[in-house]
């Protein structure tokens, strides 16, 4: 044997070795690992999982990369109003809402008896996270989650948290994991709960002894009410009104979604409205750069619980927007 060929065969090996050692890894999948070792630790001992059963699942994880990459790339050129809201707020979406209300009418109005929220917002919301429940997402939420728990540092605490959440809701329903989709951040169900908002706010609305956000209509409509009530929704409140600023100089760098001070301050400050609210009500000023120009709203207290669902003034808006829509 020359050399040159032992050489050849030396390479080959050598370059052979860290495949043979990723194929090994990718077969022990991620129960091999120390911190997932630390994590199952916990979860028989304090939540009383079955040990074989969690090393088996964790077994099977597998790392998605392509949600690594989905969540830890450069952040979007972030969107102005006038390119949101026609994203969301289409005649389309609006026609979908009103068969959707139309279709789960005594639902609907039996939320709304509980607990104080409109029909038009709790449709609006399940509209605009998916479409009425059309794009509910397809990605195994236990690899999801496993993923970023394990191999994103930057929130790796709390998507280890949402995994926690996750087994043990899975627990709790009676529901394998293996079944439970949703979007790459652990989003399920046709409301987009993540895992903690699932167990905490979710309920039983059609009385069959589980919280289905994936197939029962009436629990989702049930559970996106209790989590507005829950975050401070006022029955019958105000959400939002267009207003005219005289002083620039009051208008926040940034909008906050927190009412911060009361419409008799903001009146002071020459702000205009065009409808009658108490002074004492307390609202955000809120700009906006809209199709025709930037705009001011205030917000008030119900506007503040919407961005609970998602911490965006544009998501609020687009959510209140769509069901003033939904109200024609």
Do not use: C
């Amino acid at each position: 044997m020359n050399k040159t060929t032992l050489w050849t065969r030396t390479l080959g090996v050598l370059l052979l070795v860290p495949a043979l050692l990723m194929s090994s890894q990718a077969q022990a999948g991620y129960a091999d690992r120390e911190d997932v070792q630390a994590f199952i630790d916990e979860m028989v001992k304090e939540h009383g999982f079955d040990r074989d059963y969690l090393v088996k699942q964790f077994s099977k994880a597998k790392r998605l990369d392509h949600v690594l990459e989905s969540i830890a790339k450069p952040a979007e050129k972030e969107l102005t109003w006038k390119q949101y809201r026609p994203i969301f707020v289409t005649e389309k979406r609006a026609r979908m809402g009103r068969e959707f209300i139309k279709n789960n009418l005594a639902t609907l109005q039996r939320a709304e008896a509980e607990f104080g929220v409109p029909r038009e917002i709790i449709a609006a919301i399940i509209g605009v996270e998916t479409y009425y429940g059309r794009h509910t997402g397809k990605h195994i939420i236990f690899d999801s989650l496993t993923t970023l728990g394990f191999d994103y540092p930057p929130r790796a605490k709390f998507f280890r948290s949402e995994l926690k959440q996750f087994l043990l809701l899975s627990k709790e329903e009676h529901i394998d994991i293996e079944d439970m989709t949703g979007s790459y951040a652990g989003a399920m169900g046709m409301p987009q709960f993540i895992s903690s908002s699932y167990r905490a706010y979710a309920v039983d609305f059609d009385g069959d002894g589980k919280r289905d956000l994936w197939h029962s209509v009436p629990d989702v409509i049930g559970s996106v009410a209790n989590y507005f009530k829950k975050h401070g929704w006022v029955k019958d409140g105000l959400i939002a009104y267009p207003v005219d600023v005289t002083d620039e100089s009051i208008v926040p760098e940034s909008n906050k979604l927190k009412p911060y001070a009361t419409v008799a301050w903001f009146k002071k400050q020459g702000v205009k409205l065009y409808q009658p609210v108490t002074d004492s009500e307390k609202a955000t000023l809120i700009r906006l750069d809209g199709k025709k120009g930037i705009e001011y709203w205030l917000g008030f207290q119900n506007f503040y619980a919407i961005s609970r669902y998602n911490h965006s003034e544009l998501y609020s808006m687009a959510v209140f927007h769509l069901s003033q829509k939904l109200e024609d």
